[in-house]
DNA sequence: TTGACCTCATTGCAAATGCAACGAAAATAG
DNA sequence: CTATTTTCGTTGCATTTGCAATGAGGTCAA
């Protein structure tokens, strides 16, 4: 006897992708917000930053490697690249090879900023564990399966 | 002897705010990519309505209860709801005994409309249950903890 | 070697976003 | 009853975003 014919009933709180919004853009803010008020990083620019931390190896490191590898569109990891390079964190350099590819770096102001904020990051990462506790090991199973699928 | 001195070692593929980060996204945009290209509505688009239709018991529902329920920002639910309008979505109407309250609600068009975008939320959804499998209730357990847990 | 395609990164532009400020209305204090 | 404070929704503005277009460089075939 309601006014709502055809509508199917669909609860929002128990709907998986949005349930995944929520909690994706709650715990990005939180952390996100550290980094913001003390270092002026954004999110963009930490994914970078992160993985040129990562492959400080040196393994030569495109805007295109970054597009790929961390979820991001290129014109947004150009734009976070150019933004790092003007306060100093990384350098560009032209690959000689192919001089289409930008090779992306951190300097050492870059390698000491992320001497701070990656501690940060970690204690974060051990926040969550606490949370989960036991269902972490679930969730994260989980989560593979959501990110491996193809398509 | 790598040239990294103070760096702690960090996995970005392992962080679990990065990884739901990518796994929200890849979710979101492969059930809004549907509505947009079918209906011309976006993800606030879709949240207000989809709060309406839920609530179409007719309990009345302001600006302000969406924005607290549905995890978007004021100014965000406010447009959403003012395009909607202009599509002849749903309507808006001044709440008699607050006047500062704006009672939104579904019109016939809109209605008509979740008749047709339910089914599809409803249709992914089953498919991320097949996807998550029996990690699934492991997964919204971790989820359901990440999202209760108050600040 | 030349010309037709492809790839990489940047940029222009329109749209979306976050935040602060605003005006209107209600609640509260005195 | 007036004055202050709070709440609600919208809007202005600067910034960010996504997408398409661009230009520069590379590849490949004829």
Redesign the pocket.
């Known amino acids: 006897m309601t006014e709502t014919p055809h509508v199917p009933d669909f609860d929002l709180d128990g709907f998986t992708p949005y349930r995944l919004a929520v909690a994706a853009q709650k715990l990005s803010e939180q952390l996100a917000k550290q980094y913001r008020v003390k270092f002026g990083i ?3 620019e930490w994914r970078v930053l992160v993985h040129l931390s990562r492959a400080a190896g040196n393994v030569a490191v ?4 970054i ?1 790929a590898r961390v979820a ?11 933004r790092l390079e003007e306060n100093g964190y990384i350098k ?1 350099t032209v ?1 000689d ?7 992306l770096s951190l300097t050492d102001k870059g390698r000491a900023l992320m001497a701070e904020l990656l501690p940060l990051a970690i204690a974060f990462q051990q926040e969550i564990a606490a949370q989960l506790d036991e269902t972490m090991s679930g969730f994260e199973a989980g989560l593979d399966r959501l990110l491996n699928e193809d398509e």
Chains 1, 2 share one sequence.
Do not use: F, G, Q, Y
Request: proline letters at 4%.
């Open positions: 954004s999110i963009p495109s805007v295109r490697d597009e991001m569109e290129k014109s947004k990891v150009s734009r976070a690249a150019s560009k690959n090879t192919d001089r289409r590819l930008v090779h």
